[in-house]
């Protein structure tokens, strides 16, 4: 099974106001989303690849009522708090947070938990109370961990992040093992798959992650999980596409920008083609 995931990050931020969006209107642009893509996707075997795009909040409902029956694409959100509602317990006093149960009546099959940023997020407040190196990136691993719980229990799929830093390259067996040991102890793993992010190579003017090294990291953690499913998640597009299907580690990857220059953004038609590109038809 391959999968192909999409982060639409704030890909819905006006260009007058600093972002990208060219798409559609704010209020129209989940369901421009879905609108754009499901009829291409229809094409593929969902025996052989899964679809899920995980977007802002507040576009899940409208995205929602867009999808035809059967559509291939999932919906999911970019991350659930660490603790839950509960039927005698807790009914909602979460103000800012996104409970799994919340995501779960949103319409949400699948949630991103540990992308770089929220990663990054995390190390931040950390930092601000003094906390950093090792210890508050074990602290951010077990807090991803209870995140990855709850959703599960909710019945979701999850896709897990990992990935080391510029910084972090020399110890990467220690730093990708303990994001891999504490984010996914006591998980049922059936339900995770996980995604790649060199983080050290994401950005402008950084150096691509070439083959050789996606396949060393694909391969370990393959060994450290049993065979748990890997995605490139530093960014499948259209000029690695082929390199990434060549690797047989990998089995999809996680697509952000289909366009990196001019009119930058995420545009349906593009996504589309980067995902012909890496799956050959």
Same mark, same amino acid.
């Given at each position: 099974m391959k999968h192909i995931f999409l982060n639409l990050k704030r890909f819905d931020v006006p260009v007058e106001m600093g972002g990208v969006n060219r798409l559609a209107p704010v209020a129209d642009w989940g369901k421009a989303i #879905?609108? +754009?893509?499901?009829?291409?996707?229809? $094409?593929?075997?969902? *025996?052989e690849v899964e679809f899920a795009a995980? &977007?802002? =909040?507040?576009? &899940? &409902?409208?995205?929602?009522?867009?999808? %035809?029956?059967?559509?291939?694409l999932q919906l999911g959100c970019q991350? #659930?708090?660490?603790?839950?509602?509960? #039927?005698? +317990? *807790?009914?909602? $006093?979460?103000?800012?947070n996104r409970p799994a149960s919340a995501a779960k009546a949103l319409g949400c099959e699948s949630v991103l938990i540990g992308h770089c940023e929220e990663r990054n997020d995390k190390m931040g407040i950390l930092a601000e109370a003094g906390v950093t190196g090792t210890e508050a990136s074990r602290a951010v691993n077990r807090l991803l961990n209870q995140e990855i719980r709850c959703a599960v229990a909710r019945g979701m799929t999850v896709l897990y992040c990992i990935g080391e830093k510029s910084e972090e390259q020399d110890a990467w067996e220690q730093v990708l093992g303990e994001q891999l040991s504490i984010g &996914? =102890?006591? !998980?049922? %793993?059936?339900? #995770? !798959?996980?995604?790649?992010?060199? !983080?050290?190579?994401?950005?402008? +003017?950084?150096?691509?992650?070439?083959k050789p090294y996606i396949t060393k990291i694909a391969r370990f953690v393959k060994e450290q999980t049993g065979g748990m499913d890997v995605v490139y998640g530093g960014g499948l597009k259209s000029d690695n596409a082929a390199m990434l299907a060549s690797i047989p580690e990998i089995d999809g990857g996680l697509i952000a920008l289909t366009r990196f220059s001019g009119e930058i953004g995420f545009y349906p038609e593009e996504y589309l083609e980067i995902i012909r590109l890496y799956l050959g038809k």
């Open positions: #879905v609108e +754009g893509t499901q009829d291409g996707l229809a $094409a593929y075997d969902k *025996n995980y &977007l802002p =909040e507040a576009h &899940l &409902l409208s995205a929602a009522a867009a999808r %035809k029956p059967g559509c291939a991350g #659930v708090y660490r603790a839950d509602t509960a #039927v005698g +317990g *807790n009914f909602g $006093a979460f103000t800012t &996914l =102890e006591g !998980v049922d %793993k059936s339900k #995770v !798959v996980i995604a790649y992010e060199p !983080v050290w190579s994401i950005g402008p +003017g950084k150096t691509p992650a070439d």
